[in-house]
């Protein structure tokens, strides 16, 4: 973790590498599929469905695409090796993890019928390698990953993880956290707070059963609760820092280092947290972390606070909108 911290400041180029490994990798996945799995998988970008995302498991919530499950084992590579090119070390192991546990959802609720091992979806939107702009995503149960491209600009929100049980008790895995900086980095955050601090931090005693924006295609800013950067002391501001970058790094290093630079640049001091529910492990909590023109959510409330979401929402930049707006204006035309 704070490896990943320090390398938020070191320079990159935003478009050069990166983006050519991706648009390569989206390339080589999508022409891997047969033509009945094409027509599954890939549409027009300004397609609809290309806002529609949710992270219920999509025996309850039918997703677009094609599942992993229908593909052989060459095209299963071509989808991970696209998911690594978009996601950082730890978000591609992140997500790998979370898709993971579903085998173990299955031998621990094997009556449940929406325990189902590589029901995820990827979906394409334009043409990568001919259009300008381009999107995919990548969803089922606790994984939603929403990537739109503009002009080789990158936009990467909605994102959304989950994961159950967030700790497991017993067996073989016991003691596993997939998610788990986000947790404590947030327990430090909230308990090196004075009385006085903590009062105006903590916005409500119970914590919410869910993210606040849930999966809504378009979110604004929520009521302005909780505490203000400017008046924390400098280390407690460090921790803000290392809190916001730790949800970053599930970004590659490059995207992450932009959006930090941008955070700082939009008025660090107007950042709020916020805290509802309990402050120690197995007590419902919930936090937020909210400026101008972002959105973090965290929620480990339900199965005796052992059950963890967290969102990460742009206000003007979910699905590339604010990409997008640019790229119209500047060419005059609003399609492909």
Not at 279 to 284: A, R, S, T
Not at 304 to 317: L, S, T
Request: hydrophobic share 40%; charged share 20%; aromatic share 12%.
């Amino acid at each position: 973790m704070r490896i990943f911290y320090f390398l938020l400041f070191i320079p990159f180029s935003l478009t050069a590498q990166h983006n050519t490994v991706d648009f390569s990798a989206a390339v080589k996945c999508i022409n891997s599929l047969e033509s009945s799995q094409k027509a599954k998988a890939v549409f027009p970008f300004d397609e609809m469905s290309r806002y529609d995302w949710n992270y219920l498991p999509p025996s309850l919530i039918p997703r677009k695409g094609v599942c992993l499950i229908d593909l052989d084992s060459i095209q299963k590579k071509n989808v991970y090796a696209l998911l690594k090119s978009f996601l950082s070390e730890k978000g591609y192991s992140r997500t790998k993890e979370i898709m993971n546990n579903e085998y173990y959802l299955k031998e621990l609720e094997p009556n449940m019928i929406h325990r189902i091992p590589e029901n995820y979806f990827a979906a394409f939107y334009g043409t990568p390698g001919r259009d300008s702009v381009w999107g995919w995503k990548f969803s089922g149960h606790h994984i939603a990953l929403n990537f739109t491209v503009v002009n080789n600009q990158l936009a990467f929100t909605p994102i959304f993880f989950g994961i159950y049980p967030a700790e497991i008790d017993t067996g073989e895995y016991k003691g596993r956290r997939i998610i788990k900086d986000e947790e404590d980095i947030g327990f430090e955050l909230i308990n090196m707070l004075t009385g006085e601090q903590r009062s105006t931090a903590i916005f409500q005693e119970r914590s919410f059963n869910d993210v606040v924006t849930s999966n809504a295609i378009q979110v604004g800013p929520l009521p302005p609760v909780g505490i203000l950067a400017k008046d924390l002391t400098s280390p407690q501001k460090n921790i803000l820092n290392k809190l916001i970058a730790c949800h970053l790094s599930s970004m590659p290093a490059e995207i992450a280092e932009v959006r930090m630079k941008r955070i700082v640049s939009e008025d660090f001091n107007q950042i709020r947290f916020g805290w509802a529910g309990g402050l120690i492990k197995g007590v419902p909590h919930y936090y937020r972390i909210q400026g101008k023109t972002f959105l973090i959510e965290f929620d480990n409330t339900t199965h005796h606070a052992n059950h963890i979401h967290i969102v990460w929402r742009d206000f003007d930049g979910d699905f590339g909108v604010d990409l997008l707006k640019e790229h119209y204006r500047n060419s005059g035309h609003h399609h492909e």
